[in-house]
């Protein structure tokens, strides 16, 4: 993909760090036989032998150290890749919505990375022309073309996507009806004669009204004002 925007003016957000991003996770009952031990078992899951653990499974099982480094083999990938069970059989990954996790990226005390998508993986899944398109640029990643983390302030208010819709209210009423229309309306742009456009895109434009876009806008920002002075206390 490439970093595309409306004019120059504006940069692709896509690196954009959102900050904070509050969701579901794990509590501790006061029913809990044993609190002590189940916050050992959280501390655990959140260290360094817990993070490859649940990323990379177990040494001689799931992954090798070839060299003092972590190796996948192509066939413990390709069960990884394309078996839609494979968390279930081995278990790997299977507590990461249990614990903190790491980044892709992040490098434990060792310089690897916490995740297996680290940047031999990434760059040898590209293909050919990937590549060639990619050394033409001067570049290793397609994320190396997009506006960085740093050009961006961090959000103070997460991400819209992770703001909690009450799914009997309007909003999310409106909300499924603009974007019914859009996954009609955007093919059909696209596909029309030019002469054609301007009269789907007055089309679209007059759906999207009378489907209630203006007041979702509206609601979707109390929503994130709401967040943000919520976050602010």
């Not at 040494?59 to 390709?78: C, F, K, P, Q």
């Not at 916490?114 to 397609?142: R, S």
């Not at 740093?150 to 603009?178: H, M, T």
């Amino acid at each position: 993909m490439y970093p595309v925007t409306l004019t120059d003016e504006y940069k692709h957000p896509n690196f954009q760090d959102t900050g904070y991003l509050g969701g579901w996770g794990i509590g501790i009952s006061v029913d809990n036989e044993d609190p002590v031990r189940a916050i050992q078992f959280l501390d655990y899951l959140a260290s360094e032998e817990g993070q490859i653990l649940q990323n990379w499974g177990i040494e001689g099982e799931h992954y090798e150290l070839v060299d003092g480094e972590r190796v996948i083999s192509e066939e413990e990938m390709e069960q990884r890749n394309n078996s839609a069970n494979y968390v279930k059989d081995t278990g790997v990954g299977v507590l990461k919505g249990f614990s903190p996790v790491y980044g892709d990226g992040v490098e434990d005390s060792t310089g690897q990375t916490f995740t297996i998508a680290n940047p031999d993986q990434i760059k040898d899944a590209y293909t050919e022309v990937e590549k060639e398109v990619l050394d033409a640029y001067g570049v290793e990643f397609w994320k190396d073309l997009y506006p960085q983390e740093d050009e961006f302030p961090i959000k103070p208010w997460g991400a819209a996507y992770n703001i909690p819709v009450d799914s009997s209210s309007e909003l999310r009423l409106q909300l499924q009806r603009c974007l019914d229309i859009v996954k009609r309306k955007v093919p059909e742009a696209i596909l029309a004669n030019p002469d054609q456009f301007d009269h789907v895109w007055d089309e679209f434009m007059d759906e999207l009204e009378a489907a209630g876009v203006e007041e979702a806008e509206a609601a979707y920002t109390e929503l994130v004002q709401t967040r943000v002075n919520l976050w602010k206390e």
